[in-house]
């Protein structure tokens, strides 16, 4: 079963590198342990994933507002939210041959996984990267690459809710990159040192955050699904008393059912009003709100959707990655939804002839301004048409020397492999019809 899980992921691995998805950041140093760099088709890919939250959760409501903190942030934030004293695994070494470091309570048993010495106690590791404000390394200057950025939110409520006509419940949501000093990675991209983070937190009346936490379970279940993921391979998991964060009222995980098992691919939290009491507490600035009908002064509670851009791009490109057997020869074919599909469009010119590259420029030039388009005049019409397979283009359209008389081309759908032909004129309307 392992070995089946392994050869699945690395067979992942290996398109995401050929194909320009994703590659080892500074590879040509021997690179620097789970950090990557994201290639043409990965820019692309991650960009469709921003995009489509950014315009559920902001664009699409009146209700939610957008903010871009920055990374580094005075210390005392960290101070406030806990996180120098509580954001920390716990770690032990191993004593044999290797001197490898393990997270405690990723470990079954008491040997080293990988050479079977002993492990040392367990000591707590704190997960924040740390650098220096200025040019001298000294306690007074030192300041943290963000961990998260919900923080960035909590600390600019008041500023928000100053600048803004919203009134509670009301949402803050940013996405932006965070730093983890994991001591165990692995799995590709699931677990990286720094990532890009996609939270939204919502403000709400205490009392009314139970509702509106149920009510953020099912609107995001709804989302992932709508981004082509099988429903079968997504599940809402409540956590259980030993495993919510200590300024949790309750939490469940979206998880994904990964080659290696279930795992999360997003967090619901209600937290309560946690964040905003002790950032109250610490800077000595009141953050109450003042509910305009009756007067009423509270500090409100926090229901977040926390989501990684990384463990989204994981989850899509392994839920849509297939291989088939066509006339005795295996298709690998991405099923990406055409929302998140790199290319959405592909144009083919069946040989690199001037004449057919008059028709076919000016043509995907045209669709360009429409749907996302790639040009592709390389090798034969075969193996183009695998090729945008494999990086989950949708449709394909071969302009051919019938094209020059008839004045249409042949659309190619990627999934069923079925042609039609298409007059120009009509290309651009059948597309949208066919991309939904």
Same mark, same amino acid.
């Given at each position: 079963?392992?070995?089946?899980?392994?050869?699945?992921?690395?067979?992942?691995?290996?398109?995401?590198?050929?194909?320009?998805?994703?590659?080892?950041?500074?590879?040509?140093?021997?690179?620097?342990?789970?950090?990557?760099?994201?290639?043409?088709?990965?820019?692309?890919?991650?960009?469709?994933?921003?995009?489509?939250?950014?315009?559920?959760?902001?664009?699409?409501?009146?209700?939610? =507002?957008?903010?871009?903190?920055?990374?580094?942030?005075?210390?005392?934030?960290?101070?406030?939210?806990?996180?120098?004293?509580?954001?920390?695994?716990?770690?032990?070494?191993?004593?044999?041959?290797?001197?490898?470091?393990?997270?405690?309570?990723?470990?079954?048993?008491?040997?080293?996984?990988?050479?079977?010495?002993?492990?040392?106690?367990?000591?707590?590791?704190?997960?924040?990267?740390?650098?220096?404000?200025?040019?001298?390394?000294?306690?007074?200057?030192?300041?943290?690459?963000?961990?998260?950025?919900?923080?960035?939110?909590?600390?600019?409520?008041?500023?928000?809710?100053?600048?803004?006509?919203?009134?509670?419940?009301?949402?803050?949501?940013?996405?932006?990159?965070?730093?983890?000093?994991?001591?165990?990675?692995?799995?590709?991209?699931?677990?990286?040192?720094?990532?890009?983070?996609?939270?939204? =937190?919502?403000?709400? =009346?205490?009392?009314?955050?139970?509702?509106?936490?149920?009510?953020?379970?099912?609107?995001?279940?709804?989302?992932?699904?709508?981004?082509?993921?099988?429903?079968?391979?997504?599940?809402?998991?409540?956590?259980?008393?030993?495993?919510?964060?200590?300024?949790a009222l309750a939490s469940s995980d979206i998880e994904y059912r990964y080659p290696w098992g279930w795992g999360e691919l997003e967090g619901i939290a209600?937290?309560?009003?946690?964040?905003?009491?002790?950032?109250?507490?610490?800077?000595?600035?009141?953050?109450?709100?003042?509910?305009?009908?009756?007067?009423?002064?509270?500090?409100?509670?926090?229901?977040?959707?926390?989501?990684?851009?990384?463990?989204?791009?994981?989850?899509?490109?392994?839920?849509?990655?297939?291989?088939?057997?066509?006339?005795?020869?295996?298709?690998?074919?991405?099923?990406?939804?055409?929302?998140?599909?790199?290319?959405?469009?592909?144009?083919?010119?069946?040989?690199?002839?001037? =004449?057919?590259?008059?028709?076919?420029?000016?043509?995907?030039?045209?669709?360009?301004?429409?749907?996302?388009?790639?040009?592709?005049?390389?090798?034969?019409?075969?193996?183009?048409?695998?090729?945008?397979?494999?990086?989950?283009?949708?449709?394909?359209?071969?302009?051919?020397?019938?094209?020059?008389?008839?004045?249409?081309?042949?659309?190619?759908?990627?999934?069923?492999?079925?042609?039609?032909?298409?007059?120009?004129?009509?290309?651009?309307?059948?597309?949208?019809?066919?991309?939904?």
């Open positions: 079963m392992a070995e089946l899980v392994q050869n699945r992921l690395e067979t992942l691995v290996s398109l995401c590198k050929r194909r320009g998805f994703v590659f080892p950041s500074s590879e040509i140093y021997g690179g620097i342990n789970a950090v990557y760099d994201f290639g043409p088709l990965g820019v692309r890919l991650r960009r469709r994933i921003r995009d489509l939250w950014w315009r559920e959760m902001v664009e699409l409501r009146d209700d939610i =507002e957008g903010v871009e903190a920055a990374i580094l942030m005075n210390p005392m934030v960290w101070q406030a939210s806990g996180h120098i004293s509580n954001f920390s695994d716990p770690l032990v070494d191993c004593l044999g041959e290797c001197h490898q470091r393990w997270r405690a309570d990723h470990l079954e048993g008491d040997r080293c996984p990988n050479c079977g010495g002993p492990l040392s106690s367990p000591r707590q590791f704190n997960l924040m990267f740390k650098t220096f404000i200025g040019p001298v390394e000294e306690e007074g200057s030192v300041v943290y690459l963000r961990p998260e950025t919900a923080q960035g939110m909590f600390v600019n409520f008041k500023n928000i809710l100053g600048t803004s006509r919203q009134r509670i419940p009301f949402g803050i949501a940013q996405i932006g990159r965070s730093f983890r000093n994991e001591i165990s990675t692995g799995n590709f991209i699931f677990r990286l040192r720094e990532l890009e983070m996609m939270e939204m =937190e919502w403000f709400t =009346e205490p009392g009314d955050d139970a509702r509106w936490f149920e009510y953020w379970c099912e609107q995001r279940m709804a989302w992932h699904q709508g981004l082509g993921i099988r429903a079968d391979n997504l599940r809402l998991r409540p956590h259980g008393e030993d495993e919510k964060a200590h300024y209600r937290r309560g009003d946690y964040d905003l009491s002790r950032h109250q507490e610490v800077s000595g600035k009141d953050l109450q709100y003042t509910d305009p009908a009756s007067g009423r002064r509270f500090l409100p509670f926090v229901v977040e959707p926390a989501l990684g851009v990384d463990r989204t791009f994981l989850a899509l490109l392994l839920d849509a990655y297939s291989e088939e057997v066509v006339k005795g020869e295996t298709r690998v074919v991405l099923h990406l939804n055409a929302r998140v599909a790199p290319y959405q469009v592909a144009v083919l010119p069946l040989s690199k002839k001037p =004449e057919l590259a008059a028709v076919a420029r000016p043509l995907e030039h045209e669709l360009r301004a429409r749907f996302a388009t790639d040009y592709d005049d390389t090798g034969s019409i075969g193996k183009r048409y695998r090729r945008q397979d494999e990086i989950g283009t949708p449709l394909a359209i071969t302009v051919d020397f019938e094209t020059l008389d008839d004045h249409a081309a042949t659309v190619r759908d990627r999934d069923t492999m079925e042609q039609v032909r298409v007059p120009l004129s009509r290309l651009a309307e059948v597309c949208e019809e066919r991309l939904g």
